[in-house]
């Protein structure tokens, strides 16, 4: 029989409507996993267990005196340190941001809580989401639970361990350019990255505020679904959100994926990708083709310029962004011993930044400076465009596209630390999404050497309904996403509590 601390959502929301389990235990089996855990892989920047318990014994009287509940009422999850959280301290993993306590929910926290969910904590990442490692925090690395040698990726990679080894549900991530996917590839986790405007980002502390989008982390499609159906929506707080209908995505579940046209970019199956992955890839090909999908080649040309326009795009956003960070309204500041405002300034982002984080925001700035912006900046944008043609004319062939999530599976610790290049390449294939805005899941496709290899399934725009579909068929094939971690417990406490 599975712990609890095992279940799917689906089955544990089944169980606590038939009063077989209580709110209370569910959180208090993932309370006792963290615990468990926590010490080796180190998900967490904080642990939010007295108010978790708190929340999950509120819903169990709610329940009992027969009072409505919502669609997730007594479900453990995780929240990215990226996402502000009135009362709990949100610091994207950096000094600068340390001691920062919100006075309010970001929206999709607030639609957790309306939905029941329960926070059990705030999980670590690559410093303001900056990195595809979960090494660039100013707090300590998160380890992968399938080696603890390995990184989990980034940036989200706290939110993809928490859910690999039961130490929540679900999770919330953020993706910049593979934030959410690629460590949801790295440790074998349903990891969808939506439409731009799809998810509000209000209360998102952004790094790229073009590129960010909000999105889950789960352990099925199916379950995916259920955290989308919360957070998808219009939001008039923010100005970047879609106003248009929210469909059901559990409706879209049916299973079937017989007709669909699925395009194989060649672009995708180039030098650097690992054997093992490719193979893994080219199977899944076959089972979908077994389930009656129609799969065809096609090319995504400037797929080549991702990566390069990104990093020009990307960081200067960023330079932008973190200008705020003065050491004057809020936050980290250096005043002691310090004579005036421009040097309360530069000491202050001297010592609460981290090393990429300064190396983005100085990449950032030099390409908006006078005389290189449109050298640069300009040429990046246009290169953007071109990306996202690229994909309008492959939708109008296929409905979803597939590929590599990521080139390599999960790298060594402080193996690509040294080198921001052969880093930055590990998000090739995740990148051009985010600059064309579209959609994207990340599943669990098999292993190589005993290690997850994810599959990303591309849609267009407002395409997620598809994505999920095509991924529960893929669940229903196979059974790569009900393996767990061979990690044994060992009773540590975790690193902070509130």
């Known amino acids: 029989m599975a712990e609890l601390w095992q279940l799917s959502i689906s089955e544990a929301l089944d169980k606590l409507a038939r009063r077989e389990i209580s709110a209370a235990d569910l959180t208090r089996a993932h309370l006792d996993r963290i615990e468990a855990v926590e010490g080796r892989v180190r998900s967490f920047v904080t642990v939010t267990d007295q108010d978790a318990m708190r929340e999950a014994e509120q819903i169990d009287r709610m329940r009992g005196e027969g ?97 690999a080894v039961g130490e929540a549900m679900g999770s919330l991530g953020s993706d910049t350019g593979g934030s959410v996917r690629q460590p949801g590839a790295l440790t074998n986790t349903v990891a969808l990255k939506p439409t731009y405007g799809r998810v509000s980002r209000f209360g998102l502390i952004a790094f790229a505020s073009s590129l960010d989008q909000i999105g889950p982390f789960a352990r099925s499609a199916r379950d995916a679904a259920h955290l989308m159906n919360v957070i998808a929506g219009y939001d008039r707080l923010d100005s970047t959100s879609v106003n248009r209908p929210t469909p059901d995505y559990l409706a879209a579940l049916t299973g079937d994926v017989k007709g669909l046209r699925i395009g194989v970019p060649k672009e995708y199956f180039v030098e650097g990708v690992e054997p093992g992955v490719k193979q893994v890839v080219d199977e899944a090909i076959k089972t979908f083709e077994g389930l009656g999908a129609e799969i065809g080649e096609v090319s995504l040309p400037h797929t080549r310029y991702g990566v390069a326009a990104y990093y020009i795009i990307a960081p200067a956003e960023c330079s932008a962004n973190l200008a705020r960070y003065d050491g ?55 290169v953007r465009t071109l990306i996202k043609r690229d994909f309008d004319k492959a939708f109008e062939q296929f409905d979803v596209l597939i590929g590599p999530t990521s080139p390599t599976v999960a790298f060594k610790l402080n193996e690509k630390l040294s080198d921001p290049y052969a880093m930055y390449l590990n998000d090739v294939f995740t990148i051009p999404v985010n600059l064309a805005g579209n959609c994207a899941i990340s599943i669990p496709g098999g292993f190589s050497d005993g290690l997850p290899v994810g599959l990303q399934l591309i849609g267009p725009s407002f395409g997620e309904e598809t994505l999920l579909r095509a991924s529960d068929a893929f669940e229903h094939a196979t059974d790569f996403h009900t393996r767990w971690p061979a990690l044994p417990q060992q009773k540590r406490p975790p690193r902070a509590r509130k």
Request: proline content about 5%; glycine content about 10%; some cysteine.
């Open 67 to 163: 009072e409505a509940l919502g669609p997730l009422a007594g479900i453990p999850l995780a929240l990215k340190d990226v996402l502000c959280t009135k009362g709990v301290r949100t610091t994207c993993s950096s000094r600068m941001l340390e001691h920062f306590v919100p006075p309010y929910d970001a929206t999709v926290v607030s639609r957790l809580r309306q939905a029941g969910a329960i926070a059990v904590g705030k999980t670590n990442m690559d410093e303001f989401a900056m990195g595809s490692s979960t090494e660039n925090s100013a707090f300590f690395p998160t380890r992968n639970p399938w080696d603890l040698d390995r990184v989990p990726g980034g940036s989200s990679g706290g939110s993809a361990a928490a859910v």
């Open 328 to 382: 004057v309204k809020y936050g980290f500041s250096a005043r002691d011993g310090v004579q005036d405002l421009v040097q309360t300034t530069a000491t202050t982002r001297a010592k609460g930044f981290g090393p990429e984080v300064k190396r983005r925001i100085m990449l950032g700035t030099y390409a908006l400076s006078a005389g290189y912006y449109d050298a640069y900046y300009l040429k990046a944008e246009k």
